[in-house]
């Protein structure tokens, strides 16, 4: 087949999707390739990483309830506190010490209804470390440190990549490879729906880009990325399912797989579970939610996706802006949670948070500043819910976890965060220091918060 019979075909293909008639095309293509779907089986699984860009406000996330250390947070955090009649307690399986207690954001109703379902647990106080660190290395510099602390750029791409100083692969990029032969073709193994994919992207994994409209060109904020440059759907599926004779059954097959994946977005709506369409976040998880539905046609037993809500740069207007963001969160995650019981894969799928960093305890103005510990949210059937993980931090000023105006010092790092997930997803023990490389420096390599 030549260039132009080739274009002409794909623009054929384009417009039967306008039509909508691509999805019984799919199926009849994708039955030229049964052996794809054979491979998914029962025994499928994916991670889903929520950024909250910009630095969340876990303060006023995760807000302490009990009376002392209420006490504490109102006297620091003056304008910028919550009222404690509004905050929604969490109560776990098991005592925290010291009397701590836990509620959430008013705005996480919905997550806090899955966290006492045993559907949702909190990991506490992490980010980004090289190696355990305390207070006292941290003022001597004795330790190595992750380099750009409380800088927006280098902790997203410190998050994202852990120790790769080039910031060239992120750890989903890395369980990817690790778990790259359990899927019929690659292509499908790593998806965004943001133009960020540091991430994602691997020695041998680079992730397509696909959004609620359809498949767009991926490409890398960060320049020195494999990622970088603009690469198409088609192009990516060419150099995957295309030889080099190009002959009529490798393009076929090429489109066959382009078609699939639309396919699969257009009948996002066979999804009964409603996902608020003015939220973007909950936009971003149903085109998730559609793709995974499409996974036995997809021909994946593995898949991790990127997702991103943009906002939490919360210098200003913490309570208004904040307040509006959790509501967004909480209704986009459950309504996610909700799709994949509806799917029958609650178990199969893992959705996790990240941030760039936490912010100061202690507010400035009606604001927060740039921090660096913060706690995350792990949701999804096999997670041990309803429990606290990782190591609380001291509520106060001046602590033993507080570098300085109130900025927490992580007690648990990235790579044991990550290791975790990658550990339940089925990469091998000896494979975990390919995803988290500072593993090895951290006694608990695994936080427990996954059942097996």
Not at 18 to 33: E, H, I, T
Not at 87 to 99: E, F, K, V, Y
Not at 136 to 160: C, E, I, M, T
Not at 349 to 367: A, K, L, M, P, W
Request: include cysteine; aromatic fraction near 8%; proline fraction near 3%.
């Amino acid at each position: 087949m030549n260039e132009l019979s080739r274009r002409a075909f794909l623009q054929r293909l384009s417009y039967l999707a306008g039509a909508g008639v691509v999805a019984p095309m799919a199926l009849n293509l994708s039955a030229m390739n049964k052996a794809r779907a054979a491979t998914a089986g029962s025994d499928y699984k994916a991670l889903v990483c929520v950024l909250l860009d910009g630095g969340n406000d876990q303060t006023n996330t995760l807000i302490p309830i009990d009376p002392s250390n209420y006490a504490t947070y109102r006297n620091i955090r003056q304008d910028v506190a919550l009222d404690q009649s509004t905050l929604l307690p969490l109560i776990p399986t098991t005592n925290l010490a010291g009397g701590l207690k836990w509620g959430f954001n008013p705005n996480l109703k919905r997550l806090n209804s899955l966290f006492h379902l045993k559907k949702l647990a909190i990991l506490q106080n992490v980010g980004s470390l090289v190696q355990p660190t305390s207070l006292d290395q941290y003022k001597k510099r004795s330790v190595a440190l992750p380099r750009g602390l409380f800088a927006h750029f280098n902790q997203k791409q410190n998050w994202q990549s852990t120790a790769s100083d080039l910031f060239r692969e992120g750890w989903g990029g890395k369980i990817g490879d690790a778990m790259l032969k359990q899927n019929s073709h690659g292509a499908f193994s790593c998806i965004s729906t943001d133009e960020d994919t540091v991430f994602l992207t691997g020695k041998n994994t680079n992730p397509l880009r696909v959004t609620a409209d359809g498949i767009k060109s991926t490409k890398s904020i960060n320049e020195g990325s494999q990622a970088s440059g603009a690469t198409s759907f088609s192009e990516a599926v060419n150099n995957l399912f295309t030889s080099s004779d190009d002959n009529d059954d490798n393009v076929v097959a090429s489109s066959a797989n382009e078609s699939i994946i639309l396919s699969a977005l257009q009948n996002a709506e066979t999804i009964s579970t409603k996902f608020p369409t003015e939220n973007a976040l909950a936009q971003q998880l149903k085109t998730v939610a559609s793709l995974i539905k499409a996974r036995d046609n997809l021909g994946v037993k593995r898949q991790i996706f990127f997702v991103k809500l943009k906002g939490f740069d919360t210098h200003n207007d913490l309570l208004g802006r904040h307040s509006k963001l959790m509501g967004l969160l909480d209704n986009a995650l459950a309504s996610f949670y909700e799709a994949t019981e509806e799917l029958g894969v609650a178990q199969n799928v893992t959705t996790f948070t990240i941030s760039e960093f936490g912010r100061t305890f202690n507010s400035h103005g009606d604001g927060s500043e740039h921090g660096w510990g913060a706690h995350h949210i792990i949701m999804g059937g096999a997670v041990k819910g309803r429990d606290f993980y990782g190591e609380a931090p001291e509520i106060g000023l001046n602590t033993a976890t507080d570098v300085g105006q109130g900025i927490w010092l992580p007690t648990t790092s990235i790579d044991q965060y990550s290791a975790t997930l990658a550990k339940w997803f089925g990469v091998a023990d000896n494979n975990l220091a390919m995803v988290a490389p500072n593993l090895h420096k951290f006694n608990n390599t695994d936080l427990g918060f996954m059942s097996s």
